[in-house]
Protein backbone atom coordinates (compact mmCIF):
# COMPACT_ATOMS: atom_id res chain seq x y z
CA UNK A 1 0.00 0.00 0.00
CA UNK A 2 1.26 3.72 0.54
CA UNK A 3 4.51 4.43 1.57
CA UNK A 4 4.09 7.33 4.13
CA UNK A 5 7.50 7.95 4.52
CA UNK A 6 7.77 9.10 0.68
CA UNK A 7 4.10 9.94 -0.66
CA UNK A 8 5.19 11.23 -3.65
CA UNK A 9 7.07 8.77 -4.85
CA UNK A 10 4.02 7.39 -7.07
CA UNK A 11 5.77 5.31 -9.87
CA UNK A 12 4.89 2.11 -7.36
CA UNK A 13 1.34 3.12 -6.15
CA UNK A 14 -1.56 1.24 -7.87
CA UNK A 15 -4.72 2.88 -9.30
CA UNK A 16 -7.81 0.85 -10.42
CA UNK A 17 -10.27 2.73 -12.78
CA UNK A 18 -14.08 1.57 -12.53
CA UNK A 19 -14.78 2.25 -15.67
CA UNK A 20 -13.43 2.80 -19.34
CA UNK A 21 -14.63 6.02 -20.73
CA UNK A 22 -12.98 9.05 -22.78
CA UNK A 23 -11.87 10.54 -19.55
CA UNK A 24 -10.54 7.38 -17.76
CA UNK A 25 -8.68 6.46 -21.16
CA UNK A 26 -7.58 10.09 -20.91
CA UNK A 27 -6.19 10.04 -17.27
CA UNK A 28 -4.50 6.63 -18.09
CA UNK A 29 -2.92 7.69 -20.98
CA UNK A 30 -1.53 10.75 -19.25
CA UNK A 31 -0.45 9.05 -16.37
CA UNK A 32 1.48 6.30 -18.21
CA UNK A 33 3.01 9.17 -20.46
CA UNK A 34 4.28 11.44 -17.23
CA UNK A 35 5.55 8.30 -15.91
CA UNK A 36 3.74 8.98 -12.65
CA UNK A 37 2.21 5.69 -12.31
CA UNK A 38 3.85 2.84 -13.89
CA UNK A 39 1.49 0.96 -16.60
CA UNK A 40 1.74 -2.41 -14.61
CA UNK A 41 0.30 -0.87 -11.64
CA UNK A 42 -2.93 0.37 -13.78
CA UNK A 43 -6.15 -2.03 -13.21
CA UNK A 44 -9.58 -1.14 -15.12
CA UNK A 45 -13.15 -2.68 -14.44
CA UNK A 46 -15.65 -2.73 -16.65
CA UNK A 47 -18.67 -4.72 -17.44
CA UNK A 48 -18.27 -4.20 -20.91
CA UNK A 49 -15.46 -7.27 -22.30
CA UNK A 50 -15.11 -5.60 -25.47
CA UNK A 51 -14.17 -1.89 -24.02
CA UNK A 52 -11.74 -4.28 -21.39
CA UNK A 53 -10.11 -5.31 -24.14
CA UNK A 54 -9.63 -2.62 -26.18
CA UNK A 55 -7.76 -0.34 -23.34
CA UNK A 56 -5.80 -3.57 -22.63
CA UNK A 57 -4.64 -3.47 -26.20
CA UNK A 58 -4.09 0.33 -26.56
CA UNK A 59 -2.71 0.98 -23.02
CA UNK A 60 -1.20 -2.37 -21.79
CA UNK A 61 -3.14 -2.03 -18.44
CA UNK A 62 -4.74 -4.67 -16.46
CA UNK A 63 -8.09 -5.66 -16.44
CA UNK A 64 -10.78 -7.33 -14.61
CA UNK A 65 -14.20 -8.00 -14.64
CA UNK A 66 -14.82 -8.01 -11.01
CA UNK A 67 -13.38 -5.69 -7.58
CA UNK A 68 -11.41 -8.30 -6.10
CA UNK A 69 -8.11 -6.28 -8.01
CA UNK A 70 -9.37 -2.98 -7.63
CA UNK A 71 -10.04 -2.75 -4.39
CA UNK A 72 -6.73 -3.96 -3.58
CA UNK A 73 -5.35 -0.60 -4.91
CA UNK A 74 -4.25 2.04 -3.01
CA UNK A 75 -6.47 4.60 -4.84
CA UNK A 76 -9.88 3.71 -6.80
CA UNK A 77 -11.11 6.28 -9.59
CA UNK A 78 -14.89 5.83 -9.84
CA UNK A 79 -15.02 7.13 -13.99
CA UNK A 80 -18.31 5.91 -14.40
CA UNK A 81 -21.52 8.04 -15.80
CA UNK A 82 -23.35 10.06 -13.48
CA UNK A 83 -26.52 7.67 -12.98
CA UNK A 84 -24.43 4.41 -12.22
CA UNK A 85 -22.36 5.90 -9.42
CA UNK A 86 -24.21 5.03 -6.63
CA UNK A 87 -24.77 1.26 -8.02
CA UNK A 88 -20.74 1.28 -8.05
CA UNK A 89 -20.89 3.14 -4.18
CA UNK A 90 -23.16 -0.33 -3.49
CA UNK A 91 -20.84 -2.30 -4.31
CA UNK A 92 -17.80 -0.71 -2.93
CA UNK A 93 -19.65 -0.31 0.76
CA UNK A 94 -20.26 -3.92 0.30
CA UNK A 95 -16.25 -4.22 -0.28
CA UNK A 96 -13.58 -4.89 2.17
CA UNK A 97 -11.66 -2.18 1.65
CA UNK A 98 -7.91 -1.18 3.12
CA UNK A 99 -7.93 1.47 5.49
CA UNK A 100 -5.24 2.92 3.65
CA UNK A 101 -6.91 2.95 0.22
CA UNK A 102 -8.52 6.25 -1.18
CA UNK A 103 -11.33 6.77 -2.64
CA UNK A 104 -11.57 9.28 -6.20
CA UNK A 105 -15.17 10.29 -7.37
CA UNK A 106 -14.93 12.32 -10.75
CA UNK A 107 -18.67 12.60 -11.97
CA UNK A 108 -20.47 15.86 -12.44
CA UNK A 109 -22.72 17.63 -10.73
CA UNK A 110 -22.36 14.35 -7.58
CA UNK A 111 -21.52 16.19 -4.00
CA UNK A 112 -18.44 14.66 -2.18
CA UNK A 113 -21.70 14.08 0.36
CA UNK A 114 -23.24 11.16 -1.85
CA UNK A 115 -19.82 9.44 -1.84
CA UNK A 116 -19.40 9.32 1.78
CA UNK A 117 -22.91 8.60 2.36
CA UNK A 118 -21.15 5.25 1.18
CA UNK A 119 -17.74 4.78 2.03
CA UNK A 120 -17.29 5.12 5.16
CA UNK A 121 -14.11 4.41 6.59
CA UNK A 122 -11.94 5.65 3.84
CA UNK A 123 -10.73 9.35 2.29
CA UNK A 124 -12.99 10.20 -0.24
CA UNK A 125 -11.83 12.98 -3.25
CA UNK A 126 -14.05 14.44 -5.77
CA UNK A 127 -12.36 15.66 -8.69
CA UNK A 128 -12.98 17.86 -12.01
CA UNK A 129 -10.18 17.00 -14.81
CA UNK A 130 -10.37 17.81 -18.23
CA UNK A 131 -9.16 15.46 -21.03
CA UNK A 132 -5.84 17.29 -22.43
CA UNK A 133 -4.85 15.12 -19.17
CA UNK A 134 -4.04 13.22 -22.02
CA UNK A 135 -1.22 14.89 -23.53
CA UNK A 136 -0.11 16.41 -19.85
CA UNK A 137 -1.43 19.89 -20.36
CA UNK A 138 -4.79 19.22 -18.54
CA UNK A 139 -6.49 20.88 -15.39
CA UNK A 140 -8.22 19.53 -12.90
CA UNK A 141 -10.34 20.73 -9.93
CA UNK A 142 -10.01 18.76 -6.29
CA UNK A 143 -12.31 19.04 -3.52
CA UNK A 144 -11.35 17.29 -0.50
CA UNK A 145 -13.50 15.15 2.14
CA UNK A 146 -14.53 15.81 5.46
CA UNK A 147 -11.76 13.32 6.53
CA UNK A 148 -9.54 13.90 3.99
CA UNK A 149 -6.02 12.70 5.22
CA UNK A 150 -3.62 15.10 4.87
CA UNK A 151 -1.10 12.77 2.79
CA UNK A 152 -3.83 11.38 0.22
CA UNK A 153 -4.61 15.05 -0.93
CA UNK A 154 -0.64 15.65 -1.28
CA UNK A 155 -0.94 12.47 -3.61
CA UNK A 156 -3.91 13.41 -5.70
CA UNK A 157 -2.65 16.80 -6.23
CA UNK A 158 1.06 15.71 -7.07
CA UNK A 159 -0.56 13.28 -9.67
CA UNK A 160 -2.46 15.45 -11.34
CA UNK A 161 -0.05 18.62 -11.69
CA UNK A 162 2.37 16.09 -13.62
CA UNK A 163 -0.82 15.84 -15.89
CA UNK A 164 -0.89 19.37 -16.36
CA UNK A 165 -1.91 21.50 -13.38
CA UNK A 166 -4.57 21.21 -10.62
CA UNK A 167 -6.20 23.83 -8.00
CA UNK A 168 -7.76 22.73 -4.27
CA UNK A 169 -11.22 24.16 -4.50
CA UNK A 170 -14.19 24.78 -2.03
CA UNK A 171 -17.16 22.07 -3.53
CA UNK A 172 -18.95 25.09 -3.42
CA UNK A 173 -16.78 26.06 -6.49
CA UNK A 174 -16.94 23.19 -8.45
CA UNK A 175 -19.93 24.04 -11.15
CA UNK A 176 -17.47 26.89 -11.91
CA UNK A 177 -14.75 25.27 -12.37
CA UNK A 178 -16.47 22.67 -14.26
CA UNK A 179 -18.07 25.07 -16.81
CA UNK A 180 -14.47 26.65 -17.14
CA UNK A 181 -11.98 23.47 -17.19
CA UNK A 182 -14.40 20.56 -17.73
CA UNK A 183 -16.45 21.76 -20.89
CA UNK A 184 -14.10 24.29 -22.50
CA UNK A 185 -12.32 22.06 -24.58
CA UNK A 186 -14.79 21.37 -26.48
CA UNK A 187 -15.38 24.92 -26.92
CA UNK A 188 -12.06 25.74 -27.80
CA UNK A 189 -12.35 22.73 -30.28
CA UNK A 190 -14.87 24.24 -31.90
CA UNK A 191 -13.19 27.78 -32.45
CA UNK A 192 -10.10 25.88 -33.68
CA UNK A 193 -12.65 23.53 -36.28
CA UNK A 194 -14.51 27.17 -37.61
CA UNK A 195 -11.12 29.08 -37.72
CA UNK A 196 -9.77 25.83 -39.55
CA UNK A 197 -12.88 26.17 -42.07
CA UNK A 198 -11.64 29.79 -43.08
CA UNK A 199 -8.39 28.86 -43.66
CA UNK A 200 -9.82 26.10 -46.20
CA UNK A 201 -11.76 29.28 -47.67
CA UNK A 202 -8.91 30.89 -48.05
CA UNK A 203 -6.99 27.98 -49.66
CA UNK A 204 -5.29 26.22 -47.19
CA UNK A 205 -5.57 22.03 -46.94
CA UNK A 206 -7.47 21.49 -43.93
CA UNK A 207 -4.95 19.20 -42.46
CA UNK A 208 -2.39 22.54 -42.63
CA UNK A 209 -4.96 24.38 -41.35
CA UNK A 210 -5.49 22.41 -38.33
CA UNK A 211 -1.98 22.42 -37.57
CA UNK A 212 -1.55 25.95 -38.21
CA UNK A 213 -4.63 27.01 -35.77
CA UNK A 214 -4.19 24.86 -32.97
CA UNK A 215 -0.52 25.71 -33.01
CA UNK A 216 -1.43 29.38 -32.86
CA UNK A 217 -3.71 28.09 -29.98
CA UNK A 218 -0.92 26.53 -27.72
CA UNK A 219 1.81 29.47 -28.53
CA UNK A 220 -0.84 31.60 -27.63
CA UNK A 221 -1.87 29.96 -24.38
CA UNK A 222 1.38 29.97 -23.35
CA UNK A 223 2.19 33.32 -24.01
CA UNK A 224 -0.46 34.35 -21.44
CA UNK A 225 0.38 31.42 -19.00
CA UNK A 226 4.32 32.21 -18.64
CA UNK A 227 4.65 36.25 -19.58
CA UNK A 228 1.45 37.07 -16.85
CA UNK A 229 0.69 39.97 -19.09
CA UNK A 230 -2.93 40.36 -19.12
CA UNK A 231 -4.44 39.19 -22.42
CA UNK A 232 -5.88 42.23 -23.32
CA UNK A 233 -2.35 44.07 -23.24
CA UNK A 234 -1.16 40.45 -25.06
CA UNK A 235 -4.34 41.29 -27.74
CA UNK A 236 -3.42 45.44 -27.99
CA UNK A 237 0.26 44.32 -28.23
CA UNK A 238 -0.71 42.47 -31.85
CA UNK A 239 -2.78 45.29 -33.04
CA UNK A 240 -1.79 48.13 -34.79
CA UNK A 241 -3.30 51.58 -36.20
CA UNK A 242 -5.42 51.19 -39.30
CA UNK A 243 -4.22 47.31 -39.18
CA UNK A 244 -5.40 43.56 -40.39
CA UNK A 245 -6.06 42.61 -36.77
CA UNK A 246 -7.90 45.63 -35.41
CA UNK A 247 -9.96 45.18 -38.34
CA UNK A 248 -10.43 41.64 -37.13
CA UNK A 249 -11.08 42.20 -33.75
CA UNK A 250 -14.21 44.72 -34.47
CA UNK A 251 -15.66 42.34 -36.63
CA UNK A 252 -15.15 39.98 -33.54
CA UNK A 253 -16.69 43.06 -31.48
CA UNK A 254 -19.28 43.26 -34.33
CA UNK A 255 -20.70 39.04 -34.16
CA UNK A 256 -20.30 39.11 -29.98
CA UNK A 257 -18.16 36.99 -29.67
CA UNK A 258 -17.14 37.63 -26.60
CA UNK A 259 -20.25 38.08 -25.30
CA UNK A 260 -21.80 34.82 -26.84
CA UNK A 261 -18.36 32.71 -24.74
CA UNK A 262 -19.38 34.73 -22.06
CA UNK A 263 -22.98 33.13 -22.25
CA UNK A 264 -21.67 30.17 -23.08
CA UNK A 265 -19.97 29.47 -19.69
CA UNK A 266 -22.37 30.86 -17.60
CA UNK A 267 -25.06 28.32 -19.95
CA UNK A 268 -22.57 25.45 -18.85
CA UNK A 269 -22.62 26.71 -15.32
CA UNK A 270 -26.36 27.03 -14.81
CA UNK A 271 -26.75 23.53 -16.31
CA UNK A 272 -24.04 22.12 -13.71
CA UNK A 273 -26.08 23.71 -11.40
CA UNK A 274 -28.90 22.46 -12.28
CA UNK A 275 -27.85 18.79 -12.47
CA UNK A 276 -26.55 19.17 -9.20
CA UNK A 277 -29.77 19.33 -7.31
Do not use: W
Not at 108 to 128: C, D, F, H
Amino acid sequence: MIDNKNIIDTKNMTIGFIGTGNMATAMMNGFIKSKTINKNNIFTYDIDIKKLDSIKKKLSVNITTNYDEIIKTDIIIIAVKPNIVKSVLEKLSACSIPQNTFIIGIAGALPLSLYEGYIKSNTVIRIMPNTPIEVLEGFTSIVRGANTDEKCLTIVEHIFNKVGGSSIIDESMIDAYTAIAGCSPAYIYTLIDAMADAALLLGIPKTEAIKLVSQTFLGSSKMVKESQVHPSILKDNVCTPKGITIEGIRKMEEGNVRSAMIETIIAGYNKSKELSK
